[in-house]
C-alpha cells in the first residue's frame, strides 16, 4: 500500500475498517472513479449518436428513453401514462428543464402529446413511429456493444457479478453504523476542517 494511504487507512482502522477491507475500498474507488469520468462524458452514448447518425444530443436522448420506458431500466408495468413530470422525476431535473426537452423533441417529431385515457384534462408523451425507431436503434446499438463485450464472460461469473455490482450499486445509501464509530469519525472530520472552512 502506498505510504500515502497508511494515514488513511490507519484512520479507517479506528472506525473498525481494517486494512484488507481499506485496501479493497481504495481499489473499488479507484475503478469508480476511472468509471464515472468515462459515464460522465456518457461514451456509449455519444457514440451511437455519431455512428447512427442522429441529430440529438445526450439530454434529448435521455429524455426520449424516459418516453419509451425500457422494462429493463423501468419495470414491466411502469406508469401507465408518461407525463412531463414523469420525465423530470426519472431524469431528477427541474421540470421546467423536462418541459423544454420534451417540446423539442415534439418539434423535431421523434415526440406527440396524446390526452390521458385516465384523465381527459391532462397531456401525456408518446413516441412517434420515427421516435420509436430512433429507440429502437439506440438499444439494440448498445446492446450489441454491452453483448459482445460479455461474450468472454461465463454464465457463473455472470451469475455472480449481476447481484454483486447489483447490491453494491446501493453502497453510497448504506447508513447501518451500528457502532457508532463511523458517526464519530464524521464528527472528527468535520472538527478538522471547521477553522479552514469557517
Not at 52 to 78: I, K, Q, R, T
Given at each position: 500500500?502506498?505510504?500515502?494511504d497508511k494515514d488513511l487507512t490507519s484512520k479507517l482502522a479506528q472506525?473498525?475498517?481494517?486494512?484488507?477491507?481499506?485496501?479493497?475500498?481504495?481499489?473499488?474507488?479507484?475503478?469508480?472513479?476511472?468509471?464515472?469520468?468515462?459515464?460522465?462524458?456518457?461514451?456509449?452514448?455519444?457514440?451511437?449518436?455519431?455512428?447512427?447518425?442522429?441529430?440529438?444530443?445526450?439530454?434529448?436522448?435521455?429524455?426520449?428513453m424516459v418516453v419509451s420506458a425500457p422494462a429493463n431500466e423501468f419495470g414491466e408495468d411502469p406508469e401507465p401514462?408518461?407525463?412531463?413530470?414523469?420525465?423530470?422525476?426519472?431524469?431528477?431535473?427541474?421540470?421546467?428543464?423536462?418541459?423544454?426537452?420534451?417540446?423539442?423533441?415534439?418539434?423535431?417529431?421523434?415526440?406527440?402529446?396524446?390526452?390521458?385515457?385516465?384523465?381527459?384534462?391532462?397531456?401525456?408523451?408518446?413516441?412517434?413511429?420515427?421516435?420509436?425507431?430512433?429507440?429502437?436503434?439506440?438499444?439494440?446499438?448498445?446492446?450489441?456493444?454491452?453483448?459482445?463485450?460479455?461474450?468472454?464472460?461465463?454464465?457463473?461469473?455472470?451469475?455472480?457479478?449481476?447481484?454483486?455490482?447489483?447490491?453494491?450499486?446501493?453502497?453510497?445509501?448504506?447508513?447501518?453504523?451500528?457502532?457508532?464509530?463511523?458517526?464519530?469519525?464524521?464528527?472528527?472530520?468535520?472538527?478538522?476542517?471547521?477553522?479552514?472552512?469557517?
Amino acid at each position: 500500500m502506498p505510504d500515502r494511504d497508511k494515514d488513511l487507512t490507519s484512520k479507517l482502522a479506528q472506525a473498525g475498517i481494517g486494512e484488507d477491507l481499506s485496501q479493497s475500498a481504495l481499489e473499488l474507488d479507484a475503478i469508480m472513479q476511472h468509471w464515472r469520468r468515462r459515464v460522465v462524458k456518457r461514451e456509449l452514448g455519444q457514440r451511437a449518436i455519431a455512428d447512427l447518425g442522429l441529430d440529438l444530443d445526450m439530454a434529448l436522448l435521455d429524455a426520449l428513453m424516459v418516453v419509451s420506458a425500457p422494462a429493463n431500466e423501468f419495470g414491466e408495468d411502469p406508469e401507465p401514462e408518461i407525463m412531463v413530470s414523469t420525465v423530470a422525476t426519472r431524469l431528477g431535473i427541474d421540470p421546467s428543464r423536462a418541459s423544454r426537452l420534451t417540446s423539442e423533441l415534439i418539434r423535431i417529431g421523434l415526440v406527440r402529446r396524446a390526452v390521458s385515457q385516465v384523465d381527459a384534462r391532462r397531456a401525456v408523451l408518446e413516441l412517434t413511429e420515427d421516435g420509436a425507431r430512433v429507440v429502437r436503434a439506440v438499444r439494440h446499438y448498445k446492446f450489441l456493444i454491452l453483448g459482445n463485450f460479455l461474450k468472454g464472460w461465463s454464465q457463473e461469473e455472470l451469475a455472480a457479478f449481476i447481484p454483486l455490482l447489483e447490491r453494491f450499486s446501493a453502497w453510497s445509501e448504506a447508513s447501518e453504523d451500528p457502532t457508532g464509530q463511523i458517526a464519530a469519525e464524521i464528527a472528527r472530520l468535520r472538527n478538522s476542517v471547521s477553522d479552514t472552512t469557517g
